[in-house]
């Protein structure tokens, strides 16, 4: 895969960022760093690091610089995660058990501030007041999505407008600003850093998107979790809006949400995600990421033709095919 290519090239840097995640999260707390280190063992694609890389490359690019804001951006990606599986009941994360399930939700909850509170710390380093204005600003919209996601838990009434709004502050947010925080550690123009937040704001629609499909229709071993998760959990996606619209098989889909929320998610969804698949949902699902990868794409187009611009092209052909 050419996406290989890129953690190959920036193989070093990835490196510094991996060691620094891990010197980081290290407290004198010993369950504590347990913890924390727990997600971080079981790894990740580090997306939003390598983003962070990439776009630094459009100006003046220095790795001692550009970790101060790619493994804040990780950590708190991290930290969202630990987060979403308490409000998901999640077991399993990445193939492993979550921090709620090994240990318990309250444990997980200050887990997950912990790590937010590093990211933040780290952050510190930055002297630039507008680059904590943008990362204070997307916490704040993150919060709001995460709150937004609990309000429409099993809601059938939701529109295209309420995902899209949802999964901008829940994921598109952070991609952006990884490319555009990226770009302003490195002192690249403002036109620049700009052209990159449109970059990764598209790539991250498409990216969660892709995501929400994935959980209809991967497999356990693609994706880490039990296909179907997000339904048991009342988390209402793209595809499922879709298929809601089909006026035949609206009140079916309506009467399998009411069953698997009275059963507190503890049933087979298999007759609902049989449904879904044979709606067509996941087919326009699928042509929206697209259109979002193409708009992505686009917004490079008057960037510096570099090697870096070639690098973020595949980073979103990787995310547009994504199977895991």
């Not at 990226?182 to 790539?203: D, I, K, Q, T």
């Not at 067509?280 to 510096?304: C, H, N, Q, T, V």
Request: charged content about 25%; glycine content about 6%; hydrophobic content about 40%.
């Amino acid at each position: 895969m050419k996406i290989l290519n890129i953690y190959v090239r920036k193989k070093k840097d990835v490196g510094v960022i991996e060691r620094e995640l891990e010197v980081h999260l290290q407290t004198d707390h010993a369950l504590l760093t347990e913890t924390s280190m727990h997600l971080l063992k079981a790894g990740g694609k580090r997306i939003r690091p390598v983003l962070v890389l990439l776009a630094g490359e459009f100006g003046r690019y220095d790795i001692q610089q550009l970790k101060y804001i790619a493994v804040p951006l990780e950590l708190f990606h991290s930290a969202s995660l630990v987060h979403d599986d308490v409000i998901d009941d999640s077991d399993k994360r990445r193939g492993q058990d979550t921090v709620r399930a090994k240990w318990d939700n309250r444990i997980a909850m200050y887990t997950g501030d912990y790590i937010f509170a590093k990211g933040l710390e780290i952050a510190a380093h930055v002297d630039n007041p507008r680059v904590h204005q943008i990362l204070s600003k997307a916490l704040v919209e993150m919060s709001i999505g995460e709150m937004e996601q609990i309000r429409f838990f099993f809601r059938s009434d939701q529109s295209l407008r309420d995902y899209l709004l949802r999964i901008k502050r829940k994921t598109a947010l952070l991609i952006a600003i990884s490319c555009q925080l990226g770009a302003m550690v490195a002192h690249a123009p403002e036109s620049v850093s700009n052209r990159l937040y449109s970059f990764g704001y598209n790539v991250g629609l498409a990216f969660q998107i892709r995501d929400d499909i994935l959980d209809l229709c991967g497999t356990e071993k693609e994706i880490g979790k039990p296909p179907g998760s997000d339904i048991k959990q009342g988390n209402i996606t793209l595809p499922v809006i879709f298929a809601l619209q089909d006026e035949k098989l609206r009140p079916h889909i309506q009467a399998e949400l009411r069953r698997i929320h009275e059963a507190d998610g503890q049933t087979d969804v298999s007759r609902v995600l049989d449904m879904i698949r044979g709606s067509g949902g996941i087919e326009r699902a699928s042509a929206l990421a697209d259109r979002y990868i193409a708009k992505a794409i686009a917004a490079l187009e008057p960037l510096p033709d570099i090697r870096a611009k070639q690098d973020l092209i595949q980073v979103a052909y990787f995310i547009a095919n994504r199977s895991h």
